[in-house]
């Protein structure tokens, strides 16, 4: 077995969360990372998501968080083979008690 030098950065668990800081850990510049999953890269629950990436928040802070998600996202698809992200567009369909909720 191989020892870990103080200066890796071992990230447990290869979904999205785990993909991502992988992704802005070596973008910042660390040498050695090492990411260990149980089974194969994006097996998990992350590969039978449902969500939905939207930038529709009832907050401007929410709303500002998930902009930068989207820029994240076409990001990858610049410097990932592989990966292509799509923006096709959401609609949310509320009652007007829900609407005024969001007010």
């Known amino acids: 077995m191989t020892a870990i ?3 890796t950065v071992v990230i ?3 979904g999205i969360a785990g993909l991502c800081t992988t992704f802005h850990v070596v973008e910042k510049g ?3 990372v ?5 089974g ?3 097996s998990g629950s992350s590969s039978r998501s449902g969500a939905v990436n939207t930038m529709l928040m009832s907050t401007e802070t929410g709303t ?3 902009a930068i998600t989207m820029d994240i996202f076409e ?8 990966y292509s992200f799509h923006q096709v567009g959401c609609m949310f369909i509320y009652n007007e008690k829900q ?3 969001c007010e």
């Open 5 to 7: 030098k103080p200066d």
């Open 12 to 14: 447990v668990g290869a």
């Open 30 to 32: 660390v040498d050695r």
């Open 34 to 38: 090492v990411l260990l999953d149980k």
């Open 40 to 42: 194969k890269v994006g």
């Open 64 to 66: 500002r968080a998930r």
């Open 75 to 82: 990001r990858f698809s610049k410097v990932l083979d592989n």
């Open 99 to 101: 609407y005024r909720a």
